[in-house]
């Protein structure tokens, strides 16, 4: 299967797989197969025709995401776009990604039913990318604002979180955006429902009547120099968080004689069950 693909002179692979009720319908589906060849819109079949086939198809499709984390993206983007406006977006980013420098590349593949994209920028063949950090802004201006020009969203399957919640800001219509403020306002006025998530914090601290006083930190390093600041009785703290995640907070803050002996409450949901009874 694979020796087949590298064959094909394509750029673009689509990878579909279909049920049948009745043969009549599947022998519709090869005519239409063969015309779309015999009419050059497509260059080639690869029929997944059998268990073992349709396996090592859908692995190279689901290794695409691993193959990337080991490469090392200088900017990573999941981004939706309308179906009749992916072709304009790919074509107008990778023209204005060449001009930055004509050697980076581009993985680009997502989910045509949905009009999801990942798109993603990566070095030169055998460079890294920390030695491109300094053009990653202008790289995600790039992509975000043809995106938004071309009636998409700069966040889709994975959502904003915390690392996209500056493009939000940016990016999000100005009237929808305020509509999402007074709602988390209105059902979470203390804001202690994931703070610092999809919308950003107003205040470092928030004053809870006057028994309670909370302390708020977007991520690790802020959380760990409000904790020697203010000392609490108690932290709560997340592990999937941006630039240094829970654990590694966890470690600093009982490294630290200050605020060692300070009660930590890991809370969040990730599976790895040893580590919950650690």
Known sequence: VKSTLQKCASEWHVLMELGFNNNSVEQDVYEALDEFCNKNIISNVVLGDTETKARKLWKMREDIPEANRKIGAITSHDIALPLENMESFINKSL??????????????????????????????????????????????????????????????????????????????????????????????PFTILNPGVILRQDNQDIQIKDYLYVGIANNGKEGIELARKIKPNLITLDILMPEMDGWSVLRTLK???EVSKIPVVMASILDEKNKGFS
Do not use: W
């Open 255 to 257: 490294a630290d004689p």
């Open 95 to 188: 023209v204005e990604i060449a001009e930055i420098n004509k050697f980076l590349r581009v993985n680009c593949f997502g989910h045509m039913g949905d009009g999801n994209l990942h798109f993603n920028v990566f070095p030169p063949r055998e460079e890294k990318n920390s030695s491109y950090v300094r053009i990653k802004s202008k790289l995600t201006n790039i992509i975000n604002k043809n995106c938004k020009s071309l009636e998409g969203s700069f966040s889709a399957e994975h959502g904003v979180g915390r690392l996209k919640v500056t493009d939000l800001e940016q990016y999000c219509d100005p009237g929808r955006f305020n509509v999402m403020r007074q709602i988390k306002k209105a059902i979470d």
